[in-house]
């Protein structure tokens, strides 16, 4: 008898402990485009040197979770997966060819997890420092054969339902992929019950009565993006702005929980021009996002799964070099991100042409970078940019852009980016992606089931799995 009641106490004890862990009732997925594990570790380093250490990390919020993992990210036709592959693998939990969003291999419409989440009845919100028609954010509402289908893509939100969406806004508005002219979509979206905020103090103005939200950039800035943390004027939105946007709305009225997506887009951007400072200001950028994120978490922490990833690494960056020291503090000196600088380059350019001087350039890289003020620069640099400023400023040059993936910046500027990259020890493989491994981190119910190696498609299978989506 007292055998049999041990062993029903044991079971009580174990079934009261699974009732009280729950199911996930409220799902953040964080992605983090373009970051791997050494994006990660730079971002660290700096803040350790900062702090006047030589060595060691100051950890981020999200590096401090107690669940840690790795993912392999390859599509289904590419060892290095693209953003749509890649973002469509951690939206649906397959694989695709690379340029597909939301669509398998042989063009078949895949169920994300947002759209499960949403069919199990809970609130959902996608949310991105880029275009909301960007590809990753893409990947968790629509469904179309390429990421270039900027239209196509917006006119997917309505069938979608979603409660929130928010970035820069929208890259072709009125533009289909074959380029013919089109209904705008914004009517479209507000016919669909959409209330769209143009910037945060709009967003405030409208969010108590409005259903269903869309919330951008003001009018007049770039819907492309939210702009560079180094670059961030006071009445743009924020990723943490964003977040927290986010959180409320869909918090308004709803006791069944919710699943948001928040992506840091720009990451990804720097990456591929190799421009470490403005790399790390956007990953400690996601890191303020993550620790709002936190705060709902340690609120709510039997019913909350906080988890964060990345869609692939981008610009195969090393930590340090031969010289077995890192530099990364030289890189607080840097005031503005490379696109911005370039246009700085280009607007004394476009005043006074080659008429320019070596010193007024030396003034611009002085504020702008530290240079000689901060920074001494050696000879071997200083040539690279005098060289660089004469190729480009003579009455004879015939001036070619350099080219990334989302930049052409002036080939001073580049230089300058280059120069500050050598003085800080942060070097790179490519403008590109890579098939390193990317880091998983993971707080909350369910969150042991991303420990160690795993794939991509994995993370939402298990997001599933956790939360009970249909």
């Known amino acids: 008898m007292k055998r049999i009641t041990y062993l029903f106490l044991i079971l009580f004890i174990s079934c009261t402990a699974a009732l009280g ?8 997925y964080f992605i983090g485009d373009g970051m791997g594990v050494n994006q990660v570790n730079t971002t660290e380093v700096y803040l350790s040197e900062l702090q006047g250490n030589t060595v060691g990390v100051v950890p981020l919020q999200f590096t401090q979770f107690p669940v840690a993992g790795m993912a392999t990210t390859f599509s289904a036709t590419h060892s290095v997966t693209d953003s749509a592959a890649g973002g469509t ?18 063009y078949e419409r895949i169920t994300t997890i947002a ?17 909301i028609d960007h590809a990753t954010p893409a990947s968790f509402y629509a469904h179309q054969t390429s990421r270039s289908k900027y239209y196509e893509i917006a006119m997917d939100i309505p069938a979608s339902n979603f409660d929130f969406f928010a970035g820069g806004g929208f890259i072709r508005p009125t533009t289909s992929y074959e380029k013919k002219e089109m209904p705008s979509i914004y009517p479209i979206l507000e016919e669909a019950g959409y209330t769209i905020a143009r910037g945060y103090d709009d967003y405030k103005a409208k969010a108590a009565s409005a259903k269903k939200m869309i919330l951008m950039q003001q009018e007049g800035k770039d819907p492309g993006c939210i702009p560079y943390v180094l670059d961030r004027k ?12 986010a959180i409320d709305f869909l918090m308004k009225d709803n006791k069944k929980g919710f699943f948001l997506m928040v992506e840091g887009g720009k990451i990804d951007w720097a990456c591929h021009s190799n421009d470490a400072h403005t790399v790390v200001t956007e990953v400690i950028d996601m890191d303020e996002a993550v620790k709002i994120a936190f705060e709902f978490y340690k609120k709510h922490p039997r019913e909350t799964l906080i988890v964060i990833s990345a869609d692939h690494e981008t610009g195969g960056v090393a930590v340090g070099s031969s010289s077995y020291m890192t530099n990364f503090k030289a890189m607080q000196y840097q005031k503005q991100s490379l696109p911005a600088l370039s246009d700085k380059v280009k607007e004394i350019r ?17 504020q702008t970078m530290g240079f000689w003020k901060e920074l001494p620069i050696s000879w071997t640099h200083e040539k690279m940019l005098r060289d660089s400023f004469e190729e480009s400023f003579s009455a004879a040059a015939n001036v070619i852009m350099v080219e990334s993936m989302y930049a052409k910046s002036e080939p001073l500027a580049a230089k300058a980016k280059d120069v500050m990259n050598d003085i800080a020890r942060s070097y790179w493989t490519t403008t590109g992606h890579t098939a390193g491994y990317v880091p998983v981190y993971a707080i909350g119910v369910g969150s042991d089931m991303f420990k160690g190696k795993i794939d991509n498609t994995d993370i939402p299978n298990r997001i599933a799995k956790i939360a009970g989506y249909k």
């Open 350 to 366: 476009k005043e006074k042409g080659h008429n320019t001087t070596w010193e007024e350039m030396k003034a611009l890289l002085t």
């Open 89 to 106: 693998a951690l939206a649906t939990g397959q694989k695709t060819y690379n340029g597909a969003i939301g669509v398998g291999t042989e």
């Open 234 to 245: 006071e009445d743009d939105l924020t990723l943490p702005q964003i977040t927290q946007s």
């Open 115 to 131: 759209e499960r989440a949403k069919q199990s009845g809970k609130k959902v919100g996608i949310a991105t420092s880029v275009s």
């Open 21 to 28: 862990q729950g199911k996930a009732k409220y799902v953040f």
